[in-house]
């Protein structure tokens, strides 16, 4: 069974500098997908980023930016230049390589606050 | 591009009650899956409905069934409503037939179960 663990249950930062969340997982797979989403208080949760595990190039999107490490099982996401609106919990989650059937295996939660 | 919707917002059920939450999945995604997430914890998957067929499913009983619709909407039913159920739930909708495709979800229908 695949597992995720976000061992930082809270976190903060304060604007404009660079904070780092960690994640590690549990697989026997050799091809699947890596995710980090965001939940603010409004509950909705909202893609930040997604790696592939065949690629060896960490993903970016704009001031998120990905540390994948395929041999060590790790995930984390670096936030720069952090903005007031970053506040939010923070997941990794988990999916397997499979066709018709994605559901995802998420950790605990990483609370982020950044402060003016 | 409509996104993913879920209705009602919020709801308060007694112990031993049914409930029935409602999805519509984003434009030209016949994916959805559900997710249960408690107070305080990460989503939990409870199933995903691909072309109007239950395709895959968590550790969660029997109690809680879905359907999916021609159009692609969905429903989650849970039956014999118990104080553990109180949760957040979550749909999310996804693009058809690959792997990997990203789950884009719904603001999500508060349970609280008396």
Redesign the interface.
């Given at each position: 069974a695949q597992t995720?663990t976000q061992s930082q249950p809270e976190m903060s930062v304060q604007e404009a500098e660079t904070v780092t969340l960690s994640c590690t997982y549990d697989t026997s797979e050799s091809n699947?997908?890596l995710?980090w989403?965001k939940q603010p208080p409004?509950?909705?949760?909202?893609?930040v980023i997604?790696q592939?595990a065949y690629k060896q190039q960490n993903a970016t999107e704009n001031r998120f930016s990905v540390n994948f490490q395929k041999a060590a099982k790790s995930f984390s996401l670096k936030i720069s230049d952090s903005q007031l609106g970053d506040t939010a919990m923070y997941?990794c989650?988990f999916?397997k390589?499979?066709?018709?059937?994605?559901?995802?295996?998420?950790?605990?939660?990483t609370r982020l606050t950044v402060k003016p | 591009e409509t996104g993913v919707t879920q209705s009602p917002t919020h709801l308060i059920k007694t112990r031993g009650q049914q409930v029935t939450l409602r999805c519509s999945s984003q434009s030209g995604h016949n994916?959805v899956?559900w997710?249960q997430q408690a107070l305080?914890?990460?989503?939990?998957?409870i199933f995903?409905y691909?072309r109007e067929e239950e395709?895959?499913r968590?550790n969660f009983p029997p109690r809680f069934s879905g359907l999916q619709f021609p159009n692609y909407s969905s429903e989650l039913n849970v039956n014999a409503l118990e104080l553990d159920d109180s949760a957040?739930y979550?749909c999310?909708s996804?693009l058809?037939?690959?792997?990997?495709?990203?789950?884009?979800?719904?603001?999500?229908t508060?349970l609280l179960v008396l």
């Open positions: 995720v699947y997908y995710f989403y409004s509950r909705q949760m909202i893609l997604r592939e997941f989650a999916m390589h499979l066709y018709n059937n994605n559901d995802m295996r998420f950790g605990a939660g | 994916t899956s997710y305080g914890q990460g989503p939990q998957f995903q691909y395709n895959g968590g957040l979550l999310a996804s058809p037939g690959l792997a990997g495709e990203t789950q884009y979800f719904g603001p999500g508060r």
